[in-house]
């Protein structure tokens, strides 16, 4: 892929800085840092909650992902309900509030909060004790939070099958990749089911240390990757 790359690219602006040593002695490059950490837009919320009365969901967007997560969820949060007083609370889109409600309704859920807007959704997710999300760009915001997070991921089989030989990474979650150890738990697949989700989360719920920690580890990664003119370096580097 270097190679190829080669041919065509006369100046690679990268994104993290470990991708450096990929690509020293084959192509021009330069570490811009992600816009999406740029010191002026990702700005981490290090209010300390003192309302932890949510349990915060992401199931995901695609109506293919909520169809693989929301029953998954629901039977977790029918375990959690068993011990515990939650409010469960799920951040979404207007178009996908109601598809999310009637999965609940007709689960015999009333203990929910459906959020479609970001002031909201950051609130809950600040004053939640934890949350439950499907992998993908929403686990940052979490993070950015400061809020203890699992992440959980499932695909088909036969996608899983296809794909898993490509993957040359152990994690899904691009912290972990980052730190390169499981710093946020992670369930995949076959361990994407109600009665481990639910046996992590019970962890997390029975021990404010450990949800403490989990944050600050997080916190160390995050640290090493925000960036302070990120869009600035990127803008000068294109009017060149």
């Known amino acids: 892929r270097k190679k190829i790359l080669y041919k065509f690219i006369d100046h690679l602006l990268l994104l993290f800085s470990f991708e450096k040593k990929y690509f020293e002695?084959?192509?021009?490059?330069?570490?811009?840092?992600?816009?999406?950490?740029?010191?002026?837009?990702?700005?981490?919320?290090?209010?300390?909650?003192?309302?932890?009365?949510?349990?915060?969901?992401?199931?995901?967007?695609?109506?293919?992902?909520?169809?693989?997560?929301?029953p998954i969820f629901i039977e977790v949060i029918k375990k959690i309900n068993l011990n515990n007083n939650f409010i469960f609370h799920i951040p979404t889109s207007i178009n996908n509030k109601n598809l999310i409600n009637n999965y609940l309704v007709k689960s015999n859920i009333d203990n929910f909060l459906i959020t479609t807007n970001d002031d909201d959704k950051n609130r809950c997710i600040q004053e939640s004790i934890l949350t439950i999300s499907k992998s993908g760009t929403i686990t940052l915001d979490i993070c950015k939070n400061q809020c203890p997070l699992i992440v959980v991921y499932k695909t088909s089989w036969l996608n899983y099958l296809l794909i898993k030989p490509f993957v040359k990474t152990k994690f899904g979650n691009i912290l972990n990749i980052i730190g390169n150890f499981e710093v946020i738990p992670e369930l995949i697949q076959g361990k994407c089911n109600s009665d481990e989700i639910y046996k992590t989360a019970k962890k997390f719920i029975d021990d404010e240390l450990l949800r403490d920690q989990l944050v600050i580890e997080y916190n160390k990664i995050l640290e090493t990757i925000i960036v302070p003119d990120s869009l600035e370096r990127i803008s000068n580097y294109l009017l060149e």
């Open 25 to 70: 002695g084959f192509i021009r490059n330069s570490f811009v840092g992600h816009p999406f950490f740029d010191f002026s837009v990702f700005k981490i919320n290090k209010t300390k909650r003192k309302n932890q009365k949510y349990l915060t969901l992401c199931p995901g967007s695609r109506n293919s992902e909520l169809m693989t997560f929301m």
